[in-house]
């Protein structure tokens, strides 16, 4: 991967529709409805083409339910499907449990209160509607939204009305909401039980890459961590979890990709981005790097990284398969 280590570019400027940080773990457990779709559809269409009797599907990460739901109404035949949404943070998957989805108008998924859409568009907004039912504002309040200017009131008046959706019954038969740390995969499932994993946006938390606070706000990066001994040991997991062609699904953000070098990286293959605070970014890709190794995992599909300047189109591929 090639960068340039004068960036200063990089922001996260995507607004999503669940936009919280987790009191207890301090991470963003920020998600939306169809966040990459094109990477959800096609992970999907592989699922299917794999596994046309059906298998479990692991969605870590999957925070308050919006990507495993997501997922649900992609898949042709959902019911074959078993579906876990894993999350770490209780407080997200409470608000899975409690299967009540806003909508703000500006988010991310604002385009499913729109039913004018064009394109893909319109025709999520159509299956999002099938498989959904609009309620009113409900009693209990569903304080998904913590940014200030996006809940501005006058008065009674709401300037960004939020509202409101449960998931139709049968729709969601197939889905578990639980508490789970994907360290723990391979203790709670069986040798190869999965036919996908998905791990989306989240890499960056369990190895603390934290590429915002050090290109923002000038934090101290911790390079004391060996990021690439924990995803040497995610991907073993992931490998043994998963079923011979079963698929290990990846996020879209920068920050998942570009890794701040740590300790046991040897100077050649950093990069500098500041030299004063002794800066560096990893030469290579850490998680294509272990996942090429050996031959046990394939790519199947590029997509575009978000968060870099508009005339970059860096690709990476966020679905590895499984081959031996
Ligand atoms: C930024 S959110 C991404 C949510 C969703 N996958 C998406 O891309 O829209 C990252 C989520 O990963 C969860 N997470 C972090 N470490 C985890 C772990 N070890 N096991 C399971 N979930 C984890 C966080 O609690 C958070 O909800």
Redo the contacts with the bound molecule.
């Keep these: 991967m090639k960068v340039n280590p004068n960036t200063k570019k990089y922001c996260h400027t995507t607004f999503?529709s669940y936009n919280k940080i987790?009191k207890n773990?301090g991470?963003?457990?920020?998600?939306?409805f169809y966040?990459d779709f094109p990477v959800l559809q096609k992970a999907t269409k592989i699922i299917e083409k794999e596994f046309p009797d059906g298998t479990d599907i692991f969605i870590?990460?999957?925070?308050n339910g919006e990507?495993a739901l997501s997922v649900n109404t992609l898949l042709n035949k959902h019911r074959k499907y078993k579906i876990y949404s894993?999350?770490?943070?209780k407080e997200?998957v409470d608000f899975a449990n409690n299967k009540i989805f806003a909508i703000h108008p500006l988010a991310e998924d604002g385009f499913l209160l729109n039913q004018n859409n064009y394109g893909y568009k319109k025709v999520l907004s159509t299956i999002f509607h099938k498989n959904f039912t609009e309620i009113k504002k409900p009693q209990t309040s569903i304080d998904n939204v913590t940014d200030f200017i996006y809940t501005i009131t006058f008065g009674d008046v709401n300037l960004y009305p939020q509202r409101y959706f449960v998931p139709n019954k049968p729709f969601i038969k197939n889905i578990n909401f639980l508490i789970?740390?994907?360290?723990d995969i391979d203790m709670l499932n069986k040798k190869e039980s999965a036919g996908a994993i998905?791990f989306?946006?989240?890499v960056y938390?369990?190895t603390k890459n934290d590429l915002t606070g050090v290109l923002q706000y000038g934090d101290s990066p911790n390079i004391e961590i060996n990021r690439k001994r924990i995803i040497q040991e995610l991907i073993k997991k992931v490998y043994n979890t998963l079923k011979i062609n079963g698929i290990f699904v990846l996020?879209n953000h920068l920050q998942e990709h570009l890794y701040i070098a740590d300790k046991s990286i040897p100077l050649n293959e950093t990069i500098p981005v500041d030299e004063a605070r002794n800066l560096r970014f990893m030469k290579k890709h850490p998680l294509i790097e272990i996942l090429t190794m050996n031959g046990k995992f394939k790519p199947l599909y590029e997509s575009v990284i978000q968060g870099l300047s508009k005339n970059n189109s860096l690709k990476i591929p966020l679905i590895w398969q499984k081959i031996k």
Excluded: K, P, V, W
Excluded at 27 to 32: A, I, M, P
Excluded at 86 to 89: A, C, G, N, T, W
Excluded at 180 to 183: A, Q, R, S, W
């Design positions: 999503t987790d773990t991470f963003s457990t920020s998600s939306s966040h870590y990460a999957g925070s990507e894993l999350d770490i943070s997200a789970g740390d994907i360290n998905f989306r946006n989240a938390q369990i996020g």
